[in-house]
């Protein structure tokens, strides 16, 4: 097998194996996703034919996450996974490396060095029709500053690139509350292969983070779903979840390689993306 960086409509393709797995990627997140390290997405190819991919992303320095991690069906249990899983592990050599990982290959993950830190866990409600509040606000090109800057304590590593993308994704939305002209939260809702999903959903309160949950609702129809996925250390995010009539869906192990870089989970009542964390 041929180990290389993908283009970006080789990042697509793979997408779409993602939505076969049941990943339910964006309609948009291909671009995003590339913006942030256009040379951490390898494809393994026999004889021309895509048949392996693992994403393995760099930010800044001293940081990397790994996604994406597929082997086609018709060609497992040939040491493809392997050989793709230790050229991006390669790519990423120095780094404290992140990842999300389903329960079941937590043991796997183990053995390569990452440890636990915590569960993340996904919710699926339905949107509303509840009305939303005039203090809660779409943010635009004009706010994209404010929101990188806000942004930064959410995540161990610069991830610029990514976020300018992410937050100005054809057909999301980004909404925010400020309170004396401080920001004091927002969240993106973006649709899907299958509904929507809301991330990152970042505040300073379970308050604001309630308001932000109850406008982003109200931009989904009611017979559509809505995605949440929300770390579980965070008790006021998984109660908030639940106050939203929103159920477990599926679960993820977020491990390191190094130390856990202390998160303020508290603030953190939605995560961005579990293939680039």
């Given amino acids: 097998?041929?180990?290389?960086?993908?283009?970006?409509?080789?990042?697509?393709?793979?997408?779409?194996?993602?939505?076969?797995?049941?990943?339910?990627?964006?309609?948009?997140?291909?671009?995003?996703?590339?913006?942030?390290?256009?040379?951490?997405?390898?494809?393994?190819?026999?004889?021309?034919?895509?048949?392996?991919?693992?994403?393995?992303?760099?930010?800044?320095?001293?940081?990397?996450?790994?996604?994406?991690?597929?082997?086609?069906?018709?060609?497992?249990?040939?040491?493809?996974?392997?050989?793709?899983?230790?050229?991006?592990?390669?790519?990423?050599?120095?780094?404290?490396?992140?990842?999300?990982?389903?329960?079941?290959?937590?043991?796997?993950?183990?053995?390569?060095?990452?440890?636990?830190?915590?569960?993340?866990?996904?919710?699926?409600?339905?949107?509303?029709?509840?009305?939303?509040?005039?203090?809660?606000?779409?943010?635009?090109?004009?706010?994209?500053?404010?929101?990188?800057?806000?942004?930064r304590a959410f995540f161990p590593g610069d991830r610029t690139q990514f976020m300018r993308r992410w937050l100005q994704q054809d057909g999301s939305v980004t909404l925010g509350v400020h309170d004396g002209g401080v920001l004091k939260g927002y969240g993106v809702l973006r649709p899907c292969r299958a509904g929507f999903k809301i991330g990152p959903l970042c505040t300073e309160s379970p308050a604001v983070a309630d308001e932000l949950m109850h406008a982003l609702r109200g931009r989904v129809p009611l017979d559509e779903p809505v995605f949440l996925d929300v770390p579980e250390p965070n008790a006021a995010a998984v109660a908030l979840a639940a106050r939203h009539g929103m159920q477990v869906c599926f679960e993820t192990a977020r491990m390191y390689t190094g130390a856990d870089p202390g998160l303020p989970l508290e603030r953190q009542f939605g995560i961005t993306t579990f293939e680039l964390g």
Avoid: C
Wanted: charge should be negative; charged fraction near 20%; proline fraction near 5%.
């Fill in 1 to 151: 097998m041929e180990i290389r960086s993908m283009s970006l409509p080789e990042l697509e393709s793979v997408l779409d194996w993602a939505a076969a797995e049941g990943w339910n990627p964006g309609l948009q997140d291909a671009a995003s996703f590339y913006a942030a390290d256009p040379d951490g997405f390898l494809l393994g190819t026999l004889e021309g034919q895509a048949v392996a991919s693992i994403f393995a992303v760099r930010y800044g320095a001293g940081f990397g996450f790994i996604g994406g991690y597929i082997v086609r069906p018709e060609f497992r249990g040939k040491g493809l996974g392997m050989a793709i899983w230790q050229a991006g592990m390669a790519h990423l050599a120095g780094r404290n490396v992140g990842l999300d990982g389903v329960l079941a290959q937590q043991a796997n993950y183990a053995r390569s060095g990452f440890k636990l830190a915590h569960r993340n866990v996904r919710y699926e409600g339905r949107g509303s029709n509840m009305p939303q509040h005039d203090w809660v606000l779409p943010l635009g090109p004009q706010h994209i500053a404010e929101l990188l800057d806000y942004d």
